[in-house]
Nanobody, 120 residues
Framework: QVQLVESGGGLVQAGDSLRLSCAAS????????MGWFRQAPGKEREFVAA????????YYADSVKGRFTISRGNTKNTVYLQMNSLKPEDTAVYYC?????????????WGQGTQVTVSS
């Protein structure tokens, strides 16, 4: 099994920035597609951003385009989410995901989540 651990969440004010990190551990033999989802209380989990195995292709939800940037780290199967110009609507638990092929709502591996709270 591959385990994902997120970090970097916290409480910030609107307009501030945060950088989330996700690192894989366990039997990570190959590079994975990786990404981020988020879920607010009482709402469905929604896609935020994803990056392909090579790091060339990136994808973003319309709600975060121009504000968030996903990137791969120097260590294999690490990923970051740089979140700028945060809004109260960004408040949610953010989950890291990894998959052998593509990131979807049914990705192979998921982290436990890290809370991001944006106050107005």
């Amino acid at each position: 099994q591959v385990q994902l651990v997120e970090s970097g969440g916290g409480l910030v004010q609107a307009g501030d920035s945060l950088r989330l990190s996700c690192a894989a551990s366990g039997r990570t033999f190959s590079r994975y597609a990786m990404g981020w989802f988020r879920q607010a209380p009482g709402k469905e989990r929604e896609f935020v951003a994803a990056i392909g195995r090579s790091g060339v292709s990136t994808y973003y939800a319309d709600s975060v385009k121009g504000r968030f940037t996903i990137s791969r780290g120097n260590t294999k199967n690490t990923v970051y989410l740089q979140m700028n110009s945060l809004k109260p609507e960004d408040t949610a638990v953010y989950y890291c995901a990894a998959d052998s092929r593509v990131i979807t709502t049914t990705s192979d591996y998921w982290g436990q989540g890290t809370q991001v709270t944006v106050s107005s």
